[in-house]
């Protein structure tokens, strides 16, 4: 059973003007889309067809590296498209609020951690928040397509937010602002997918 491209569940253009339908279309239809193929082709006819993406990666041989970086391109978009959402979606609140108020003081200073981890990021790469075994919270920075699942990536723990910040996923709009593309991303944080996330990974 191949990897297939996940459905947005909203269209190109329902997350503007933080986000532009153009660059929706292009990061989704073709860059999802091309990770998810390479991802097939790397792994047909090897003993990795047919295990799930995360077993993939949890256990990945890192010198791998056409699974490395289009199996953490399918899993990374796979992640993000669910994180934001341009109806319904909640604020922070219950237990991932506890858990982001006990590790950073408060919501303003985690948005600020965030987005300074997501704004130093050198060249292409991915912010996170994880989540450990326990309920922690951790933000970091990966560069390429790595993400927390992999062995030896700086930041461990379950990701349950991301954000990308290759330049294919800002420059038609926002060309080298990356910190007003960031900025942008919290208005469209789906709170609820992300709350959905820390419940099931803690
Ligand atoms: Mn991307």
Redesign the pocket.
């Given at each position: 059973m191949a990897f297939e491209l996940p459905e947005l569940g909203y269209a190109y253009d329902a997350l503007e003007p933080n986000i532009d339908a153009r660059t929706m279309e292009i990061?989704h239809s073709k860059?999802h889309q091309g990770y998810t193929n390479n991802l097939n082709n790397a792994i047909a006819g090897t003993d990795l067809e047919g295990k799930s993406i995360e077993d993939i990666l949890t256990n990945l041989d890192m010198s791998n590296a056409a699974v490395r970086n289009n199996g953490g391109g399918f899993y990374n978009?796979s992640l993000f498209w669910t994180v934001m959402n341009p109806e319904d979606r909640g604020y922070l609140s219950g237990e991932l609020k506890d858990a982001i108020e006990a590790e950073f003081g408060s919501k303003e200073a985690f948005i600020d951690a965030f987005s300074k981890a997501a704004a130093t990021q050198f060249g292409s790469g991915w912010a996170w928040l994880c989540v450990h075994k326990g309920g922690k919270v951790e933000v970091c920075s990966t560069p390429n397509q790595d993400n927390p699942l992999m062995p030896g990536v700086t930041c461990g723990g379950t990701p349950i937010l991301g954000l990308?910040v290759?330049e294919?996923?800002y420059y038609l709009n926002y060309q080298n602002r990356r910190p007003d593309y960031i900025e942008a991303f919290f208005k469209v944080i789906n709170w609820n997918e992300v709350e959905r996330r820390y419940a099931a990974a803690k």
């Open positions: 990061h860059h978009h990308d290759w294919h996923a």
